[in-house]
């Protein structure tokens, strides 16, 4: 199938998806810290102006590639992931989503699709944008998905741990029920097996909403306000995490001279218990 016969309820170039509400809820809260396992506390001890801070990563929850995907989505993953923050999220609120496709691009045997959404508050003021790279295979729509092993990944085989100062580690074993909280009991290839295998998959994947959770949440307890309120992600996802996978989210800050003039720049990875790097990246705050 070429781009060209993609049908109307499918990603083209400068499309823009329907407006939509994304309520952030105390379910939906709920749902983030059980299913992460990580605690909460820290973020009632960074409350601002004595309203409750919601975790930053629960912003990627308002994303959706309905309409901006394809209807062969076989084989389909997270590729790449940009995050900008403009301010916190507010405890309870519902939100204003307003999405489109910037560009279709192709990269190795996959089509991918870059969608950017931007999420305003009551007021239409903008508290975040996101810009999301989904890959699909597009010429394939049955059998195995092929992936390449870790080892045989030039970009990941390389991989050096950065020179700075650490942050502290967050680390999880996931398992398959912290997949089905997280993502609110939904049945998808990222929280059931059959559904995993009707896309290729022989196992659940472990969501890239969930994993980049992690990175989040380590940088939260990190910078606090400073991170909610102008900080930005790029991170690539390198290698699936499966149920049983254990992970940890790491970072250092940048030697001053690597970071770029009125930032701090941080170099962010995952990585599993056997050094498996699963995502790479950088963050930036703003200086104080």
Not at 30 to 51: C, H, M, P, Q, T
Not at 128 to 134: F, P
Not at 244 to 264: L, P, R, W
Request: proline share 3%.
């Amino acid at each position: 199938m070429t781009l060209e016969q993609h049908q109307p309820d499918e990603a083209f170039v400068g499309k823009e998806l329907q407006p939509r509400l994304f309520e952030i809820s105390e379910k939906s809260v709920d749902d983030y810290f059980e299913g992460l396992r990580v605690d909460r506390s820290i973020y009632e001890n960074i409350a601002l102006e004595d309203k409750l801070i919601t975790p930053s990563m629960v912003i990627i929850d308002a994303e959706s590639i309905k309409g901006a995907s394809f209807r062969n989505n076989f084989g389909n993953l997270w590729m790449r992931q940009e995050v900008d923050f403009h301010a916190p999220l507010p405890a309870e609120a519902k939100l204003n989503v307003r999405s489109k496709v910037l560009d279709i691009y192709e990269w190795r045997n996959r089509t991918v699709v870059l969608q950017e959404s931007e999420i305003f508050n009551e007021k239409d003021e903008l508290l975040g944008a996101m810009r999301h790279h989904q890959s699909y295979l597009l010429e394939q729509n049955s059998g195995k998905v092929t992936l390449r092993k870790p080892s045989e990944k030039e970009g990941v085989r390389k991989f050096d741990v950065p020179k700075g100062e650490s942050l502290k580690p967050v680390s999880s074993q996931i398992d398959l029920e912290m997949c089905g909280t997280f993502f609110h009991g939904n049945k998808s290839y990222h929280t059931d097996k059959r559904a995993s295998e009707e896309l290729g998959f022989e196992e659940v994947v472990v969501g890239g909403k969930m994993t980049i959770s992690y990175i989040g949440d380590m940088l939260d307890r990190a910078f606090g306000d400073r991170w909610y309120s102008g900080g930005k992600l790029d991170v690539k996802f390198t290698n699936i995490v499966w149920p049983g996978d254990k992970v940890t989210a790491k970072g250092v800050i940048a030697d001053e001279s690597n970071s770029s003039e009125g930032t701090t720049e941080i170099r962010v990875w995952m990585e599993k218990e056997d050094g498996t790097v699963t995502i790479v990246g950088n963050a930036y705050l703003p200086e104080d």
